[in-house]
């Protein structure tokens, strides 16, 4: 599913005056809007047909609204100041009572609780496995965090907002149970992979596939169920599918690559064990869990998406789309290279061992099941995320931004509430089907419901099967005996 030409994207200037944020406190239907100025109080009040309740703008804290006077929309113009209130706690931590997610954004608490289920399972492979296992476990929560911070925190890639959750961090922008996707995608299937005993120069594209497969379902329906939403307009994530980035599926496969061979090449560097099992101890384990955590960013930026992405796209104009299906073919060709080297030992096979037996085999099982179960039943018209969205404004300001080749492109800067281009939401559960005023960066969105919801179901359960057929493959039940020596 396509959108239209590239747009321009924007970042959100500073500015030191007034605040203002945005709390719902009824949900679809009686709704208004109450406003905070930035001398006294005024109140826009927009009560529809539906009723007299109210949305009401508030202080959201860490986040400033910075207003001046060339503001095109009214007599100033509101943007979000990305002031960190350290000091305050709410900025670090803040709840959401689950109830209030289950009335309003009843997908949105499911997808937590599957998660944190599916970390617990990864966390118990790490435990059980011992040695170099929990640092591996550790070491993906740390580039968990690095890569989330540097997404939220560096303007130029400040591009996505995740929805409330019940337990929010950093300025109410990072979901705790993202902080365990990265376990949940990386961590399993690195453990998969190491089950092939695959050369180094091999696994991590293995890796790389297999956290591919884990996410498909998941970007599709995360999107689609308003779980995050992406900025409008910037032309690194405009080529979509299924309203999905194509930078997402280089971006899971890029990092997740690059984790594993920092993993693996910290370890012979640092430790000088190769090993996937036999720890070298705590201090020489949490200089190489820190080096991948902190420089798979980088090095994927650097040697993946730079020459992959960035030089095909922004040079050439070349759709993501293609770029994409030759990563996977580059990727798909490695790992196929590598197993059809490898000698093979029909004498060292060991069967009648389950691929359920293995924490990544039953993840990706309740994983499949799960989004299986969300993309038939679920309605995403029924989803109202209520949240840190991209800043309502003017259709008319656009904004730079700095490719890593060092070209300028351009974005808008605000969401344009009456000429947008994201077809997962619009206002009709507002009242009288009217948007927040412009300037609002904290307000509710309304999901839409599934078009063509058959092909819906056909992608995704295609997607959940090919997943579950990669790792059944992996794990089906038999090792050679250097693999396994390699594995335990």
């Known amino acids: 599913m396509g959108r239209r030409p590239v747009g321009e994207l924007a970042l959100m200037e500073k500015g030191p005056m007034g605040e203002q944020s945005l709390m719902e406190t009824g949900l679809v239907g009686e709704q208004s809007l109450m406003g905070r100025g930035l001398v ?4 826009l009040m927009e009560t529809g047909p539906v009723g007299d309740s109210q949305i009401e703008i508030r202080t959201l804290p860490g986040l400033h609204i910075g207003l001046k006077p060339d503001f095109k929309g009214g007599d100033c113009v509101s943007q979000i100041s990305q002031g960190f209130r350290m000091m305050d706690w709410d900025w670090w931590v803040a709840l959401r009572d689950p109830r209030d997610i289950w009335t309003k954004h009843p997908t949105l608490i499911l997808n937590e609780i599957v998660f944190y289920v599916l970390a617990l399972l990864s966390l118990k492979h790490a435990v059980q496995n011992g040695g170099r296992w929990k640092y591996l476990w550790l070491a993906t929560v740390i580039h968990g965090l690095m890569t989330e911070a540097v997404s939220y925190f560096v303007p130029d890639v400040d591009n996505f907002w995740h929805a409330q959750s019940s337990v929010m961090l950093l300025g109410k922008r990072l979901p705790l149970h993202i902080i365990v996707l990265y376990p949940i995608i990386i961590y399993q299937s690195y453990a998969a992979v190491s089950c092939l005993g695959l050369p180094w120069w091999a696994e991590p594209f293995a890796v790389g596939l297999g956290d591919l497969l884990i996410d498909l379902p998941y970007d599709i329906l995360g999107i689609k169920l308003l779980w995050w939403t992406w900025h409008d307009t910037d032309p690194n994530i405009y080529d979509r599918h299924y309203w ?21 090449l910290g370890r012979k560097a640092i430790t000088g064990n190769a090993s996937k099992a036999v720890s070298s101890g705590i201090v020489k384990e ?14 994927a930026v650097l040697t993946q998406f ?13 759709h993501t789309e293609n770029i994409v299906m030759v990563q996977l073919a580059i990727y798909a060709f490695i790992v196929w290279t590598a197993d059809r080297s490898r000698p093979q030992d029909e004498s060292s096979r060991v069967y009648g061992v389950s691929w359920l037996h293995h924490e990544a085999g039953q993840g990706i099982l309740l994983n499949s099941l799960f989004f299986l179960l969300l993309v038939t039943t679920a309605k995403p018209e029924q989803q109202v995320s209520v949240g840190v969205h991209q800043t309502l404004g003017p259709c008319n300001v656009s904004e730079t931004l700095t490719s890593v080749l060092g070209q300028t492109l351009y974005r808008h800067t605000y969401l344009c509430a009456g000429d947008y281009d994201e077809g997962v939401f619009d206002w009709h559960c507002l009242p009288g089907a009217v948007p927040p005023p412009d300037g609002a960066e904290w307000y509710p969105i309304c999901g839409t419901p599934f078009h063509l919801h058959a092909e ?32 335990e």
């Open 306 to 318: 730079l020459p992959l992405y960035h030089v095909p796209h922004d040079i050439y104009k070349i």
């Open 244 to 264: 999905v980035p194509w930078t997402s599926y280089i971006f899971h496969m890029s990092f997740a690559c690059c984790f594993a061979f920092l993993i693996d």
């Open 286 to 299: 949490m200089a190489v869990a820190l080096l991948a955590g902190v420089f798979t960013f980088p090095l």
């Open 456 to 487: 819906y179901i056909y992608t995704v359960a295609a997607f959940c099967l090919l997943g579950i057929a990669f790792y059944w493959t992996i794990l089906r039940g038999w090792e050679q005996s250097a693999r396994k020596a390699k594995y």
């Open 40 to 43: 006294g109080e005024q109140s």
